[in-house]
Structures are given as structure tokens and as C-alpha cells.
């Protein structure tokens, strides 16, 4: 091997390979410590798309499911009204089984028939006045649950419709809604026939809770659903761009040794530049 001043060859070569030690003891260090293997597009350009789009479905779908979690809260507001109703009802049915009985006053039935017109109101009222999120929940119209994991083709709507309640109309899921407003308990003939209306309005608040419940249930899984898919998307999501920590660990702990050979390398290389002068003395 020929002996040169002008290039330090030896010099060069430990130089560059201490800046790709530089660089590879850099990147492990970012990986370590932000917890990442992608830091930038440099890194994984295919493993950046693909991890950034499955992170997109993940946000998508967390939302949908808060989405469904509301129109469970929407549909248990207006199961528990009815629930209420179907208790008002029950008194109903007491006042009028008591009404009818031959041996009760005209002044006692028009007491009862207050108390039933004090029902019917209260059945107006939370018809009219139960809310959920600043919405009248028995409108009649119908609220469409939006899931969606970002996608066109992975999105899709629940419809749930809460029909509307009063004591004129009451069930919704029926074949058809019964009237107590015209009603009364003031002789024993009205008392019996309104014994029957309210018989059958208790059934539709029955057969009203029960497609309530199965709106529920159908939303509940759709939850289910969409929290199995978050999961299963955010652990693809971790296995493309986690850092593998223990790898990483060995890699800098190869690193640091290369860093020490290298800068030692280096010096060695330099001085033997200096035994070329020997040669002049």
C-alpha cells in the first residue's frame, strides 16, 4: 500500500462510517424515546399511509360509537316516560274498576273523574315536555344513528323512530293509537267503556316499550360491533408503527459500541498520517 499526505483514505472511510453510526444512533434515540418507528415519511412511507389511515377508521368508529351510546340514552329517556304512563295508567285502571261498582256515588265518581283528568293531563304533559339534548323525544320523527369507520362503504344509518303520546293518542308501535281524551268516570256506563280504553292503551305502552327495547338492543350491538373493530384497528395500527423497544435497546447499545470503534478508528487513522514525517527526520 502506497504511503500519501495529500488523502487520508483511512481517515475517510472511518469518518463516513461514523457519520452512518451517527445517524443510525439518532433515529434508534427517536424511536426510544417518542415510543414510534415512524417519526417521519422517511422512515415508512407505505407504513405512514396505511397506519395513518387505519388511525382515521379508529376516530371514525369511536365516534359512532358515541353516537350509538346517544341514541340508547334518547330511546331509555322515552322508555322510562312510558314506563311512568304505564303506571299513571295502572291508577287508571283502578279508579275506573272503582267507578264502575254500583254502590259509589255520582259525587264520589266525579271525584274519581277528576283524578283521571288530572292523569290524562300528566300523560299531556310528558308527551309535550320530555327532552333529550334540547329535542322533544316524542315527535314522531325519526332519528337516524350514523356509523361510519371513515369510509363510504363502511357507513351505514339506525333509524329509530319515538311515535308521539298523548292521552288522545297513545301507542305508536300498534296497529293503531287509542284515545282517552274523550273518556270520563262520571256514571257507571263511562266508567266501564273508559275501563276498556285504558286496558288497551296500557297494551300499546307495552307493545311501545318493547320496539323501544329492541332499538335498544339493535344499537347496543351495533356498539359492540364498532368497539371490536376499534380495538382490532388500533392494534394493526401499534404493530405498523410502534417501536420495537427491545430492539431498539440493542440497537443503541450496537450503536455506542460502533461510536467508541469508530472515534478510535478514527484517531488511529490520523496519527498514522504522522508516521509518514518519521520518514524526513
Known amino acids: 500500500m502506497s504511503m500519501s499526505v495529500l488523502n487520508?483514505?483511512?481517515?475517510?472511510?472511518?469518518?463516513?462510517?461514523?457519520?452512518?453510526?451517527?445517524?443510525g444512533l439518532q433515529n434508534t434515540l427517536l424511536q426510544l424515546s417518542s415510543g414510534s418507528r415512524i417519526n417521519s415519511g422517511a422512515d415508512d412511507a407505505a407504513g405512514l399511509a396505511i397506519?395513518?389511515?387505519?388511525a382515521a377508521n379508529t376516530t371514525a368508529l369511536t365516534q359512532s360509537a358515541q353516537n350509538a351510546t346517544d341514541g340508547v340514552g334518547m330511546l331509555q329517556v322515552a322508555d322510562g316516560s312510558l314506563s311512568?304512563?304505564?303506571t299513571l295508567l295502572n291508577r287508571a285502571v283502578t279508579?275506573?274498576?272503582?267507578?264502575?261498582?254500583?254502590?259509589?256515588?255520582?259525587?264520589?265518581?266525579?271525584?274519581?273523574?277528576?283524578?283521571?283528568t288530572s292523569i290524562k293531563a300528566e300523560i299531556d304533559r310528558i308527551g309535550?315536555?320530555?327532552?333529550?339534548?334540547?329535542?322533544?323525544?316524542?315527535?314522531?320523527?325519526?332519528?337516524?344513528?350514523?356509523?361510519?369507520?371513515g369510509t363510504n362503504a363502511g357507513s351505514s344509518s339506525i333509524d329509530a323512530t319515538v311515535g308521539k303520546l298523548s292521552s288522545s293518542s297513545i301507542g305508536f308501535a300498534g296497529t293503531s293509537s287509542q284515545s282517552l281524551s274523550g273518556d270520563n268516570l262520571t256514571s257507571v256506563t263511562?266508567?266501564?267503556?273508559?275501563?276498556t280504553?285504558?286496558?288497551?292503551?296500557?297494551?300499546?305502552i307495552a307493545a311501545d316499550r318493547g320496539k323501544l327495547g329492541a332499538d335498544v338492543n339493535r344499537l347496543q350491538s351495533a356498539t359492540n360491533v364498532v368497539n371490536n373493530q376499534v380495538q382490532n384497528l388500533t392494534s394493526a395500527e401499534d404493530n405498523i408503527?410502534?417501536?420495537?423497544?427491545?430492539?431498539?435497546?440493542?440497537?443503541?447499545?450496537?450503536?455506542?459500541?460502533?461510536?467508541?470503534?469508530?472515534?478510535?478508528?478514527?484517531?488511529?487513522?490520523?496519527?498514522?498520517?504522522?508516521?509518514?514525517?518519521?520518514?524526513?527526520?
Open 128 to 149: 309535550s315536555n320530555t327532552t333529550y339534548n334540547g329535542a322533544k323525544v316524542f315527535s314522531g320523527a325519526t332519528t337516524s344513528v350514523y356509523i361510519s369507520d
Open 84 to 86: 311512568q304512563v304505564t
Open 197 to 204: 280504553d285504558i286496558t288497551t292503551a296500557i297494551a300499546n
Open 8 to 23: 487520508n483514505i483511512s481517515g475517510l472511510a472511518a469518518q463516513n462510517q461514523l457519520q452512518l453510526t451517527s445517524t
Open 95 to 116: 279508579l275506573a274498576t272503582e267507578a264502575s261498582n254500583g254502590t259509589v256515588s255520582s259525587s264520589q265518581q266525579v271525584s274519581m273523574d277528576n283524578e283521571f
Open 241 to 281: 408503527s410502534s417501536a420495537n423497544i427491545a430492539q431498539d435497546v440493542a440497537n443503541m447499545t450496537k450503536y455506542n459500541i460502533l461510536q467508541s470503534t469508530g472515534m478510535a478508528a478514527l484517531q488511529q487513522s490520523n496519527q498514522s498520517q504522522q508516521a509518514i514525517l518519521k520518514l524526513l527526520q
Open 190 to 195: 263511562f266508567a266501564q267503556a273508559a275501563l
Open 51 to 54: 397506519a395513518n389511515g387505519l
